[in-house]
């Protein structure tokens, strides 16, 4: 069977494929895709490879396509399996070589399985997704990209080519442009379309977790001590935190107001930062160059 893996990466719409695909599980299947989203975030498999556990991630990726066929009319008829995870690009890049083995690993054991696996990519503008990162970590209170210094961004930048060489080395990709199905009807339609040649009908609004307003942001930036401290000395993650419906810290709403009123020169700060990260990376990829 066809394993068509969506990895994203963030920032690219990837909140709205999930939702969509399992919002739509019936109408795939009956389009004979059967998508392999559970009723939450299915992360396990990209989470077991980063933790370099491919019997983990061969034991998800089983335990998701069971669920799927038991739960989904239909859907043994299917001959394309979905699953879509942005998660792909939070492997570590201090551990190249060792990632590299695990998806490989996985590859062969997906093959032994009698499947054949394309990678789905959807492509953005490097500084538009730079900028929705750096805002996204900002709003949860992680101050790394709040600087001057082009560091953490080059950083990203690096891990970003990485993997993305990982998977297109690894797999035959069907390549997208997130701008063309961003731009005009529903991105989940668009989505389903291009990469699968189906008609599915658009889910609605959804919640994107990509997407964060001023507020978000500055909400993120008068909460940074507290959730950093939080973080440090107890065992919640920093997402679980900035949403924790009991962590209301005392920020009066004209606080939050003036912070928020401030944002949009955060922004236009940022994004000089991100192209200076940009212009670094490509001249010292050009000098290394043949």
Request: proline letters at 6%.
């Amino acid at each position: 069977m066809r394993v068509r893996l969506h990895v994203g990466p963030p920032g690219t719409g990837t909140a709205r494929i999930q939702q969509g695909s399992l919002a739509r599980r019936e109408t795939l299947a009956g389009a004979g895709i059967l998508s392999m989203q559970g009723p939450g975030k299915s992360d396990g498999i990209p989470k077991a490879l980063i933790a370099l556990d491919v019997e983990r991630a061969l034991r998800e990726f089983d335990r998701l396509f069971g669920a799927a066929r038991d739960e989904v009319p239909r859907a043994r008829d299917a001959h394309t399996l979905l699953y879509s995870s942005d998660v792909f690009f939070q492997a570590d890049s201090r551990l190249k070589p060792d990632f590299e083995r695990a998806f490989a690993s996985f590859l062969e054991g997906l093959a032994s399985r009698g499947h054949d696996v394309d990678v789905v990519f959807v492509e953005r503008p490097i500084e538009d997704l730079l900028m929705s990162h750096a805002l996204l970590q900002a709003s949860l209170g992680d101050l790394r990209y709040v600087s001057a210094d082009p560091g953490a961004f080059l950083e990203y930048v690096d891990s970003y080519a990485w993997l993305k060489g990982v998977y297109f080395a690894r797999c035959p990709v069907l390549h997208l442009d997130f701008n063309v199905l961003d731009a005009s009807g529903d991105l989940f339609s668009n989505f389903m379309k291009a990469s699968c040649g189906i008609d599915v009908p658009p889910v609605g609004a959804a919640k994107d977790d990509e997407t964060v307003t001023d507020r978000h942001v500055a909400r993120g930036l008068l909460m940074a001590p507290l959730v950093n401290w939080m973080e440090l000395f107890g065992s919640v993650s920093r997402a679980d935190l900035i949403n924790a419906a009991h962590l209301k810290p005392p920020i009066p709403d004209g606080l939050l107001d003036e912070s928020a009123a401030s944002i949009p020169l955060l922004r236009d700060c940022l994004r000089a930062t991100a192209r200076r990260a940009i212009e670094m990376y490509v001249k010292r990829h050009a000098a290394v160059a043949p």
